[in-house]
């Protein structure tokens, strides 16, 4: 039996409600209705090098919505068996990712702002940060 069944399939892009208006758009975001669980940490990312690459891990039980504020990058998410590259490049565009995916954001177009809701405060315990552990941590009882 595998630690946790998530799969990159369980990670969905989802369209935003924005409402349009000649001054400008404006995305609203609502715990329970846009937001599939309560937030309980927003961060950003901003100010990335060129080539530089954040992520590197996985979490044991974080929900995070990732959207692209400004400018664009990719998210490359590993289920352990599969892996998938999602663009985000528009600020009514997030990416869900569910507990148990590892994770890595690259390809930073210069200006970019990569916003970060969380289903829980800041626990490093709840961090996977050796892919190889990652590995161990999904599929525990399978030989792979």
């Given at each position: 039996m595998r630690s946790l069944t998530s799969t990159?399939?369980?990670?969905?892009?989802?369209?935003?409600?924005?409402?349009?208006?000649?001054?400008?758009n404006l995305t609203s975001l609502n715990n329970g209705n846009e937001i599939p669980f309560d937030i309980r940490r927003v961060y950003y990312l901003y100010d990335v090098p060129a080539g530089a690459e954040r992520g590197g891990h996985a979490h044991r039980r974080l929900y995070q919505y990732i959207v692209a504020a400004s400018g664009s990058f990719d998210i490359v998410i590993d289920d352990g068996a599969d892996r998938r590259v999602i663009r985000l490049d528009r600020p009514d565009k997030a990416l869900l990712i569910v507990p148990g995916i590892?994770?890595?954001l690259i390809n930073f177009s210069g200006g970019a702002i990569c916003m970060v809701l969380a289903s829980h405060k800041y626990d490093e315990a709840?961090?996977?940060r050796d892919y190889h552990?990652?590995?161990d941590f999904k599929y525990a009882d399978r030989s792979l």
């Open positions: 990159v399939d369980d990670c969905t892009v989802n369209q935003l409600p924005r409402v349009h208006n000649r001054a400008g590892w994770r890595e709840d961090y996977i552990e990652f590995k």
